[in-house]
């Protein structure tokens, strides 16, 4: 799966109107984005939603020996962490059916996508339950140590941090994009098999195949390269339902997709679930790469995420692992960050992003993170490092020179010398609105987060 090219994102349904309260955004009809009027306002038609119901129903069908074999294995395996859990289906139901703001046809829609989604959650299981029975023996020979986590807020330039990491692989290991949607061994294996080492096909075309049902406004806003470093937790949660709360308001959107905190409820997927399926792509990466248990003290384990909600059990599982942020401001984030998700064609399949769900959801999302990332980086200065965006873009290698030998323990000697990053220049977006556009009091945000500012200044 490492020597092939990229993949491609799906897309959901949301609604039209929103109940978020605190901005008029959506209500701002002065410049309306290219991509929203190519987008379809209406509700599911009855038409549609007896197409849907007939494919649930036959993929569910389909599914069903899948659901037999899965829970057979799971009682010697282990439960998959990437398998949905009946608890979440439920409160997913419960938050669809007393939504104020979705239609009936929407409703419907909706609840078949949980269905479904949890009934096929059993075939995904199986696939890694598969790997368990193939090659658990040769997993839990390996020692996963000091693992580094490039773990920093959304739309921190994160991503271009550990893709600039990754170009050590002398150093380091880490999972591409495709891996971690398709976490199973066997099928790496299988794929490498039967494609070989050159399969004739460039990175660039099989990125433009996996990549044809993206918009242009989102390909603007993040390198869709499968082959490549990514943002694991994505994959995690679209394995579960937590991306569907984009279509219920923001205040689900704070519940179920923030990368800061979690609610009691998520306890155990997060804590437990999200390490488990950290831990077994960790080891499965290594033995891809040609590493066995005497070797894997000599490679470093790379993932990148904003998995700053799972942090303590990550640190509690790898008590030597490092963590590594990049810190960008947060209301530049946070204007990038909404725009993205806007503009994000997993999250939206055609139909009009809600702005208002956005900006009040990400505004909240975004105090708690500087709130919990400043308290995460100050607790521990050896393990744990926050390098400012600013001079990781201007002054990339020393910069790097600092991860290296301030994080990562190196003594100084051979170094890679890394390239200033491809993703500095400004770019100007075909979507882009402004915070104040987006309704959100900039002065009133910035006194919010004055101590976070203050901590950026010092690092």
């Known amino acids: 799966m490492g020597k092939v090219r990229q993949r491609r994102a799906t897309s959901d349904k949301q609604t039209g109107k929103g109940d978020s309260g605190g901005t008029n955004a959506s209500q701002r009809s002065s410049s309306r984005d290219p991509h929203e009027k190519a987008a379809s306002a209406s509700d599911p038609t009855i038409i549609s939603l007896i197409i849907y119901l007939i494919k649930v129903f036959f993929l569910s069908m389909i599914s069903l020996p899948f659901c037999l074999a899965t829970e057979f294995l799971s009682r010697v395996y282990g439960r998959p962490p990437k398998m949905v859990f009946l608890s979440q289906t439920h409160r997913f139901l419960q938050y669809t059916i007393h939504s104020t703001a979705l239609s009936s046809f ?33 997993m839990n020979s390996i020692s996963i140590i000091k693992p580094l986590f490039v773990m920093s807020a959304y739309r921190s330039a994160s991503t271009e941090m550990a893709r600039t990491l990754a170009k050590d692989t002398n150093r380091f290991v880490a999972p591409s994009a495709i891996m971690c949607a398709f976490p199973y061994l066997w099928l790496w294996n299988l794929v490498t098999y039967i494609v070989g080492e050159d399969s004739g096909i460039s990175i660039e075309e099989a990125n433009g195949y996996l990549n044809k049902n993206f918009t242009a406004e989102s390909l603007e806003r993040h390198d869709n390269n499968h082959f490549a470093i990514d943002t694991f937790d994505g994959y995690f949660l679209s394995s579960h339902l937590n991306g569907l709360a984009f279509h219920l308001g923001a205040d689900i959107i704070v519940k179920e997709f923030n990368y800061a905190k979690f609610e009691e409820h998520d306890r155990y997927l997060f804590e437990h679930c999200f390490v488990e399926h950290v831990d077994r792509i960790a080891r499965k990466t290594l033995i891809y790469n040609g590493i066995d248990g005497s070797s894997a003290a000599n490679q470093t384990f790379l993932l990148k995420g904003h998995f700053l909600q799972s942090a303590n059990a990550l640190q509690s599982r790898y008590p030597d692992a490092c963590f590594l942020s990049v810190l960008r401001d947060p209301l530049d984030r946070l204007q990038s960050g909404i ?8 999250l939206w399949q055609g139909r009009l992003p ?32 926050a390098v400012k965006f600013e001079d990781f873009i201007k002054n990339t290698q020393k910069t790097l020179n600092q991860v290296y030998i301030g994080l990562l323990k190196s003594d ?3 170094i890679p010398h890394f390239n200033i990053p491809s993703k500095h220049e400004k770019k100007k977006y075909t979507v882009n609105r402004s915070l104040v556009e987006l309704g959100v009091d900039e002065s009133k945000l910035k006194g ?12």
Not at 340 to 346: E, L, S
Not at 448 to 459: F, G, I, P
């Open 448 to 459: 919010k987060l004055a101590e976070y500012y203050n901590w950026m200044k010092k690092q």
């Open 339 to 346: 725009n993205h998700m806007a503009v994000n064609a997993t």
């Open 412 to 414: 100084g000697d051979g």
């Open 106 to 138: 929407a409703k419907a829609d909706l609840i078949m996508t949980i269905l479904l989604h949890t009934v096929t959650s059993r075939v995904s299981g199986l696939c890694w339950l598969l790997d368990e029975f193939l090659y658990s023996k040769q």
């Open 354 to 385: 809600n702005w208002e769900y956005l900006t009040d959801a990400f505004q909240q999302i975004e105090i708690q993170y500087c709130e919990l990332e400043m308290e995460w980086y100050r607790n521990d200065n050896r393990n744990r490092v």
